[in-house]
């Protein structure tokens, strides 16, 4: 990604770490680990670490990551801030300073998906998070999230959305009364399986330790939410959590969860001697702790989850910090005013579109063929060959969503067809033939503007699940004809050819595109482009997640090839497959 | 004549072509903004409408709250009484929420269906028993 190519749903990370003991070792190593961890915690397309010098109160680049090479070069060492004496003049200016810098340098060409205070304030976009970073018991930096897609929460992430207000609340009022009698800190991370689902295992059970040394925190726990139960399982943990610890299993939205949580600690009797840091709801009130942080987590622009911070001894914080928090909890009570508004839409709304769109072809299925028995005997045989091209589009739009249906419950897919002689070139002709009243229906005129012809592809013959192949042609057209743009200027071409140990379906179009810093994305699980929703596009976002998965169990792959004018995907055939003429 | 509103047409084609070969005259709108300009530039010739609910919100409508075009046609339905405030409207959709059945069955000259219990042949005579009943 260029520094250049961020986007709507891109959720940069500007973060001010100052007075990290760590850091001061090691410290562009260091800086570096943290813009990349700080990336992948929170689902970030990009992460900027700046930090304050507290001598010179120069605010400088420490690290980057997700941006290019040569814009990390550039940036390198820069100072960003000139010191101020004053308190709040040091606030503004970080602020204007902030808007500045990403305005010189263009960073965020499109405008949206900014994260932080001065370009937010300049494009009005919201504030889902604003979360204060604390090490060693003192204010170092903040995690700011940015969105102007509010209506993406729920009403459970509202519900925990004005948690985390009101403790942020609380949180202000009480540190500057509590005198420490010992040091504790901990953290309680919970992620949904968004997250899981994006990072590799191995990276999950580091985590733990990693988020540790990023916040200055004896012991991490990481949770899992599960959907569908609405269970939090512990899913990684540093090392001195134990096994009875880890088998925990909470109702992570009952209204008592705090208790429960205390109850379940209180009942594993030895665990909190041994590990006297446990950082909870539950039991950080049993033990008189302050919060400190608790900060929503996000991952793309649903909230996943939260950290906890606790401590027994919150030092004196200075005027500027209490400044910052201040904002925080201000920004976090405008969020859930503003979350108040926003419609519930979970996963609820994904069912109700995937059974619509269900529902649609059957309908269509069942006029053509009723209009048909009606009229039997009065129609021409163009008209019956007509209504008979639409039943066949329409049973297989019908059948793709019966794949996505099942891929939302989790069910597995049905065992694979046994493997048939599969001719490509004809199993492709037949995806695009059945979708020719579907082209026709967004004005694509199927014979000019649709460019395939199986008489010149070569005839390779594998031996393949043919319905695989046909649903992921299936799934990449419909995106083709949804995302047409103008129809009177698209263009669809479909090739066949050989690249080395594969062949490769290639399906190129004249669309609209996909957005750049999306590249990746449009792979993820229920994932739907910003444009998707701008248009009104209906869809359940995993017709491509699927896709990807039906062809690397067959040992291809599903790739983004080109991203725009033209966008291509290649659909990757192994040549293993291939059946050889004896 | 019918105006006919629905954003998936291809699927309804056989309803509207049966309704022609039923003798009634139809005028489709893919869309929101196609509805309200039929029913802007009408001379009085509409005096039926056939309604879908779900379905993009349009230009007209893109401020609206639509959760996402699931209730599209609940607002545009509301557009049209200001235009029509008599007009009968088949509310016709796939849509299986009771509590789109309620809010309709509340509305004078007004009657919802689920296109899955209407077959081609069976709306012409639903359309032609709401025009006669002057009961409402």
Redesign the interface.
Known sequence: MTATEQSVDVLPVLHDLSEVPFLRQDRPEALKRIAQLGQALLGSSACVLTFVDTETRRLTYGALAGFDEEFEKRMAGQSLLPGKESDGAFLADNVDLASELVERYNLYERGEGVAHPGMARKYSLRSLLAAPLLSDGRLIGCFNHFTSRAELFSERDKTLLNSFARQAVLTIERFDYHRALERSVGILADLSASLVRLAPEDFIQQLPERTCELLSSPVCIIWKLEEHSGKLRVIAATADVDAGFRRLEIDAFAPQVAHLAARRVASLGDVRRESPHYAHRGEAEARGWVSLLTAPMCVGQRLIGMLDLYTLEPRRFRRWEKDLFRTFADQAAISIERAEVV?P?PIR?EI??I??EL??????I???A??ML??HGMLTSEKTAR?LE?ILA?SSLALAQVASLRHLFGGRRPASLERQVVVMRDVVFKSLLQLA??F??QGIDFRSQVHYDPSNARRVVIWADPGKINQAVTSLLMNSIRYCGDPKTFELVVSLALDHANWIIRISDRGIGIPAGLEERIFEDGFRAPEA?ML?V?GSGVGLTIARDLMKEMGGDLRLSNPRYPTSFDIVVPRSLERRSR | MILFVDDELRRMESVVEQLEMDGLRVHTAPGVDQALAALHNDKGEIDFVILDIMMDLGSTLEHEDTEEGLRTGVHLFERIRKVKPTVPVMVLTNADDVRLEEHFSKEPRTRFFQKRSLLPQDVAPQVREMMRDDEW
């Open positions: 419609a839409r709304l109700t579109k059974v619509h529902a649609s072809p059957i309908i269509g069942q006029n053509n009723a209009f009606h009229n209504k639409d329409d009243p579907a026709r229906e929703r009104h209906t």
